[in-house]
């Protein structure tokens, strides 16, 4: 993620513009800056809807597939429900704007400290979007144009950037560990055995939205497509950890199978090994030393998380 929200000095005038194209009577509404990812940048105008702006070609390309997908997505949770798309005055593609997701967005510290990880209500509210997410019908999926890509293609694309770029970055055993992770994970047949469905892509502890002590809203659908649903609980592993995950999974009424416990190990390594590869692409320190960080704590932490078990 990217702490701080960069905008030109001109943003105030260029978005207040297109506003007048789309939603005239708030040209002139309160206007704030929210956040920032690494695609996007988000303001909030009104105190009541969320403007979000591609800020390079990944980004304008989720606002995209957004947009076709979540008129026609239903879930038991809020998610955003695009009042219009826009020439994007700040960047490429389209912008967006929906009525604010009610929630706030938490750390996973935070959910922590306010003991909503062992909330039965908190399971069973995952559990339900993921099985929701996951019914979607795959034919209507491609129809909307979500792509399906091959995960053993791209990882084993990523492999050499990895060596690359984030092997010399690491002790010699971290690089062991991270690259005998990602081999074992391409070389496993059964690892590619799923049966494909719509996932959400990046289910993270701060893309579900807390009121007070229930979790009321789902964000951040950019990263959806078709493929492996086991992957909907890669950043909850990370970020939850393997109980909260073995409980979703109980309320499913699925196993935490040990097949499943490898593939999220490497998934929870594979991310931030990417991201420093990204970071170091888009020139972006901050996010480098991050994803090192997260990177080494993984790979200290993942033989207890179940990364070597049989």
């Not at 695609?39 to 800020?55: A, Q, S």
């Not at 062991?176 to 469905?197: C, H, Q, S, V």
């Not at 970020?239 to 490898?262: D, M, N, S, T």
Request: glycine share 8%; net charge negative.
């Amino acid at each position: 993620m990217i702490r701080n929200v960069s905008l030109p000095d001109d943003w105030e005038p260029r978005v207040r513009k297109s506003l007048g194209g789309v939603l005239p009577e708030l040209r002139d509404a309160s206007l704030r800056p929210l956040g920032a990812g690494l695609d996007n940048v988000t303001l909030l105008l009104n105190e009541e809807i969320v403007l979000r702006l591609p800020k390079n070609d990944d980004g304008a390309e989720s606002v995209e597939r957004e947009a076709r997908l979540l008129p026609e997505l239903t879930i038991d949770l809020a998610i955003p429900r695009f009042l219009f798309t826009a020439p994007n005055p700040l960047g490429p593609g389209s912008f967006c704007g929906y009525v604010l997701v009610p929630g706030e967005v938490l750390s996973p510290e935070q959910w922590r400290a306010r003991g909503l990880l062992d909330r039965p209500e908190s399971v069973r509210r995952v559990a339900a979007a993921l099985d929701a997410v996951h019914a979607f019908p795959v034919d209507k999926a491609e129809r909307l144009g979500l792509p399906a890509p091959g995960l053993r293609e791209d990882f084993a694309d990523d492999l050499a950037s990895i060596r690359r770029e984030v092997l010399p970055r690491l002790t010699s055993e971290q690089g062991k560990t991270l690259l005998a992770a990602w081999e074992g994970y391409l070389g496993g047949d059964a690892n590619f055995a799923y049966r494909p469905t719509l996932t959400h892509g990046d289910v993270s502890l701060d893309h579900l939205l807390v009121s007070g002590e229930e979790i009321t809203g789902l964000i951040d659908f950019g990263d959806a497509e078709i493929g492996d649903p086991d992957y909907d609980l890669s950043y909850l592993w990370a970020e939850a950890g393997p109980e909260f995950v073995r409980r979703v999974q109980a309320h499913r009424g699925l196993p935490l199978a040990k097949g499943l416990v490898r593939k999220l190990d490497f998934w929870s390594l594979a991310d931030p090994a990417q991201d420093v590869v990204y970071g170091l692409e888009i020139d972006e320190p901050e996010l480098v030393d991050d994803a090192l960080s997260t990177l080494r704590a993984r790979l200290a932490a993942g033989t207890r998380q179940g990364l070597d078990r049989e």
